[in-house]
Structure formats: C-alpha cells, structure tokens
C-alpha cells in the first residue's frame, strides 16, 4: 500500500475559520432576507409565484425562490422579476407532478 501524502494546502478548522465560515453564511442570508422584502407587495404575479411555490415546498417555498436553479439557468426570484414568472410557475408545476424536466 502506498504512503498517504498530506495535502500542502490542507488547513484545520478552528474556531477563527469557523467563525468565519458563520460570517459569511449570515452575510449570504442577510442578502435573502433583503431579497424577499424587495418582493413584498409587488403585485399579483410574485403572489402567484409564491403561492406555487409554498404548494410545492411547503412553507420553504419562498426560500426556493432565492436559491439557483440549474433547469432555469437563475434564481427563480431573478425571472419573476424579469416579467417571466411563467416559466418559474410552469417549473414548479413539472416539480409537484413529477414531470421530468
């Protein structure tokens, strides 16, 4: 059995980098937070999106909104509020019935 070479680049967690690593979560959900109140009252399309979402999601659905989506190319968030909800609605219908994308 060869010898096992260590990684040069390898650092150990501490409580320095992990408290770091907490920054930088709290800094990305405080971006989210500020994302969904942006949406807050801006008419009926995002009520739809949201609505759909919740359906799908549960009560998570509004967090769906915020994270990428590989089939959509984006956020779900980024096309509602480029005037394209429908596609994000008509993902979310292929999600709750199976449909495979």
Known sequence: MPPIETDPDFKPYTTANADDCIDQAI?????QIEQLRSV???GPAIAAV???AREVYGDEGPLW???????????PLDLVLQGKAERVLTLLGQIKYGVYV
Request: without cysteine; aromatic residues 4%; glycine residues 10%.
């Open 27 to 31: 800094t990305r959900l405080e971006d």
């Open 40 to 42: 807050k009252g801006s």
């Open 50 to 52: 949201i609505g759909k």
């Open 65 to 75: 909104l915020l994270e990428y989506n590989q089939v959509l190319q984006t956020t």
